[in-house]
């Protein structure tokens, strides 16, 4: 959909953004109400719909109309703009979603998007945190206060589970059985798994939800029903959202010199691979983190291999030597 100009007396012109057609506003409501996809990605979804129908608008093609070329010219203009693959995919991501879901919902003639090839996306491996790295990480948080304590609590069951921070920040107090060292997840599309914790952030848990830890924080304030029901709060005692989580993180990198290693996702990729160098087996690594696909737990058997493979020439006398012919 194009953008269209205003101007009122004395102003200067801008640049009014069109809505979303109807097929996209149905498909993302789609997505929110039948395929349980979270708020953030549903944002994703819309700015890249919102981008695509813009390009439609400029050229005066209407959704139905679309071709798998215009399709194809679209994913071009965004590689010049000098979007990055990963980007460019999440885009064509959007867009089949839009048109398959306009075909067989809202009886669109024909879906262009299955003649389009995908953008080759460079296969990145994780970088995890050393062990070592992890210990650095885990002491970087010091004191006995409340934030203290909810801070080394957010790192512990961050390691211990692997959980997305979206879903250690969604975390209520009834997901929680310390007793059994269990902790129920619910991640995307709201699937729900059942995850263990270790000891020691068992114990950093108890530490954070005994007088002096989290009450201290929501002392004598007026909470919504989500807020008091929520593991993680903030200062302010409402529901940790992921921006603080991860502010959280950071800052106990910051602390530890590992800020240029960290990233939101490295504690949830260093447990998978330490579960693996340790010998846990891959179906029970991708039921821990919860991954659909097996595929994706894979990549993590690439980073344990390369692990091995350093470990073997740092500590093989023979790894790396020229074997030398013998005389005569």
């Not at 996809?37 to 959704?63: M, V």
């Not at 798998?68 to 959007?94: D, H, I, S």
């Not at 491996?125 to 002491?139: G, I, N, Q, W």
């Not at 919504?224 to 800052?251: K, M, N």
Request: some cysteine.
């Amino acid at each position: 959909m194009a953008e269209s100009s205003s101007r009122t007396p004395g102003s200067t012109t801008r640049a009014v953004r069109a809505p979303l057609s109807l097929d996209a506003e149905e498909y993302l409501a789609y997505l929110s109400a039948e395929r349980g996809r979270a708020a953030s990605s549903i944002a994703s979804y819309r700015r890249d719909l919102l981008a695509y129908e813009e390009f439609l608008g400029r050229h005066g093609t209407r959704l139905a109309d679309a071709t798998p070329e215009v399709v194809e010219e679209y994913l071009r203009v965004l590689e010049q703009a000098g979007k990055a693959p990963a980007t460019r995919a999440r885009a064509l991501a959007a867009i089949r979603g839009l048109h398959g879901f306009a075909h067989a919902e809202r009886s669109a003639p024909a879906d262009p998007t299955p003649l389009v090839a995908a953008p080759r996306v460079p296969a990145g491996l994780p970088k995890p945190l050393t062990e070592e790295e992890v210990e650095r990480l885990l002491a970087a948080v010091d004191g006995d206060g409340a934030r203290a304590r909810r801070d080394r609590a957010v790192l512990e069951v961050l390691y211990a589970t692997g959980a997305r921070i979206s879903e250690l920040v969604g975390l209520s107090l009834g997901d929680l059985d310390l007793e059994a060292r269990l902790v129920r997840l619910f991640g995307k599309g709201a699937k729900e798994r059942i995850v263990p914790i270790g000891s020691p952030a068992v114990a950093s848990v108890q530490a954070w939800l005994a007088p002096g830890g989290r009450a201290a924080l929501v002392a004598g304030r007026r909470q919504r029903r989500d807020d008091a029901d929520a593991v993680f709060v903030s200062a302010r005692g409402r529901r940790l959202d992921r921006q603080a989580a991860w502010t959280i993180v950071h800052g106990a990198a910051l602390r530890a010199g590992l800020a240029a290693k960290v990233s939101p996702h490295v504690l949830r990729h260093s447990c998978a691979t330490h579960l693996l160098d340790h010998g846990a087996d891959i179906r029970v690594v991708q039921e821990l983190l919860g991954h659909a696909s097996i595929t994706t737990t894979q990549v993590y058997t690439k980073v344990s291999q390369e692990h091995l493979h350093r470990a073997y020439r740092a500590a093989h006398p023979r790894a790396l030597a020229t074997r030398q012919p013998r005389p005569g």
